[in-house]
């Protein structure tokens, strides 16, 4: 009798430690599709040309999109630029952004981002090459419209003479799909 009463209870531990393990697959997979479904992918492409002038940029970015008002990401960004017997340079670097979207349709954003900017001048021209690291803290409003938001934003760390970009107010048009 004890004996079968062993036998029953590890039959019925078994039981309840593969159902506890499974129980949790189920969670763990509920959890992985749900944090998916939450993640919205978008970025940047730009290109600007001109004489002798060439530069372009690719810019993917993920965020999170924590309920309808909040989300937080990070994003890449690469960018070459060349201006014929002159220089080129190459930039790489990363951002982590937050939207707030304080209606549907109005957005507030803050994004920080940091560059590694290389830059190699002709030979000819007697300017130092360089190889710097740059901040840029950017603050920004835009209207949003579905996937699409519009706006400006500005560097509150912009330095005049590292900056990537000639002025520290920039428009923006993001893509979030």
């Given amino acids: 009798m004890i004996k079968h009463f062993f036998s029953i209870n590890k039959i019925i531990i078994t039981i309840t430690f593969f159902s506890f393990i499974g129980f949790q697959n189920l969670n763990a997979q509920e959890y992985k599709n ?26 993917p970015s ?36 937050g939207l707030y979207n304080i209606i549907p349709q109005i957005q507030l954003s ?35 419209n579905g996937p699409v938001a519009f706006g400006i934003r500005y560097d509150v760390l912009y330095n005049d003479n590292k900056s990537i970009y000639s002025e520290p107010w920039a428009p923006f048009i993001r893509f979030y799909f």
């Fill in 110 to 144: 803050a994004e920080f981002e940091e560059l590694n900017v290389n830059r190699k001048f002709e030979p000819y021209l007697n300017f130092r090459n360089k190889n710097y690291w740059i901040p840029a803290l950017y603050l920004g409003a835009g209207y949003r």
């Fill in 34 to 59: 749900n944090f998916w479904s939450h993640v919205r992918y978008g970025g940047g492409i730009g290109l600007n040309f001109g004489s002798g002038f060439f530069s372009g940029t690719l810019a």
């Fill in 62 to 97: 993920a965020i999170y999109q924590f309920d309808q008002r909040f989300a937080l990401g990070l994003g890449l960004n690469f960018t070459y630029n060349s201006e014929k017997n002159i220089y080129h340079s190459t930039i790489l670097g990363g951002s982590l952004i």
